[in-house]
T-cell receptor
Framework: GAGVSQSPSNKVTEKGKDVELRCDPI?????LYWYRQSLGQGLEFLIY????????KSGLPSDRFSAERTGGSVSTLTIQRTQQEDSAVYLC?????????????FGPGTRLTVL | QKEVEQNSGPLSVPEGAIASLNCTYS??????FFWYRQYSGKSPELIMF????GDKEDGRFTAQLNKASQYVSLLIRDSQPSDSATYLC??????????FGAGTRLFVKA
C-alpha cells in the first residue's frame, strides 16, 4: 500500500513487560512522527525524526520510552516496563519534509492495553 | 497552559446548517495551522491548512485565521451526517513540531 502502516494494530500486555511498536512511513517521506492519543484526548507529541538527523525526544514522557529509525525509513517505538497509564493509541505519521506546510499522513495506529 | 485550545463539544447541528468550529493558540510564533478530521476509531486526516490571515475556502469548508487574535476557525457549510467526527486543530511554529488541540466533536443530525 501507499500509506503509512503500523503494526501490531492491537497489543495487550501485562504491566512490567516491554513492547515494540512498528511504523512504516510512506516511501520518500523524510519526516516521521510518533504521537500518543488517550481516550477522548488530542494527540500528544512524543518524538520526531527528520532524515538522518538526531531525533528530537523532548516529548517522550519518561526514560522508559525510546524510539529509533533505521535507514531513514522504518521506525520502532519501544516502551519498557509498561505501566497502565501507557494504555493509549500510538499513532505514527510521516510527511514529505518537516514542519511548516507539510501535511502529515497518519497510520492506523496501534492500540496498546496494559493490564 | 495548553498551547492549542478547542471546545470539546459536542457541537450538534442539523443537516444542511453551517457548523462553526473554533480554536485558539497561545504561541504568537505559530505560522501555519491545520484542521484534521478524525472519525471514531480512525486516524486523523487533513482537511485544510492555512497560514495567511483571512479566509481560505475549499468546497464546503472554509478556514479562517486571525493572527492578531490568535484565532482559527473552520466553517462547514451544508453540513452532512457524514461530517460527524472529531475535528482537531493544530499549529506549527515553523519548526518540525505541530501542536494539536484536544478536538471538537461534531454531530450532524439528519
Amino acid at each position: 500500500g501507499a500509506g503509512v502502516s503500523q503494526s501490531p494494530s492491537n497489543k495487550v500486555t501485562e504491566k512490567g513487560k516491554d513492547v515494540e511498536l512498528r511504523c512504516d512511513p510512506i516511501s520518500g517521506h523524510t519526516a516521521l512522527y510518533w504521537y500518543r492519543q488517550s481516550l477522548g484526548q488530542g494527540l500528544e507529541f512524543l518524538i520526531y525524526f527528520q532524515g538522518n538527523s538526531a531525533p528530537d525526544k523532548s516529548g517522550l514522557p519518561s526514560d522508559r520510552f525510546s524510539a529509533e529509525r533505521t535507514g531513514g525509513s522504518v521506525s520502532t517505538l519501544t516502551i519498557q516496563r509498561t505501566q497502565q497509564e501507557d494504555s493509549a493509541v500510538y499513532l505514527c505519521a510521516s510527511s514529505l519534509m518537516a514542519g511548516g506546510l507539510s501535511e502529515q499522513f497518519f497510520g492506523p495506529g496501534t492500540r496498546l492495553t496494559v493490564l | 497552559q495548553k498551547e492549542v485550545e478547542q471546545n470539546s463539544g459536542p457541537l450538534s447541528v442539523p443537516e444542511g446548517a453551517i457548523a462553526s468550529l473554533n480554536c485558539t493558540y497561545s504561541d504568537r510564533g505559530s505560522q501555519s495551522f491545520f484542521w484534521y478530521r478524525q472519525y471514531s476509531g480512525k486516524s486523523p486526516e487533513l482537511i485544510m491548512f492555512i497560514y495567511s490571515n483571512g479566509d481560505k475556502e475549499d468546497g464546503r469548508f472554509t478556514a479562517q485565521l486571525n493572527k492578531a487574535s490568535q484565532y482559527v476557525s473552520l466553517l462547514i457549510r451544508d453540513s452532512q451526517p457524514s461530517d460527524s467526527a472529531t475535528y482537531l486543530c493544530a499549529a506549527n511554529t515553523g519548526g518540525f513540531k505541530t501542536i494539536f488541540g484536544a478536538g471538537t466533536r461534531l454531530f450532524v443530525k439528519a
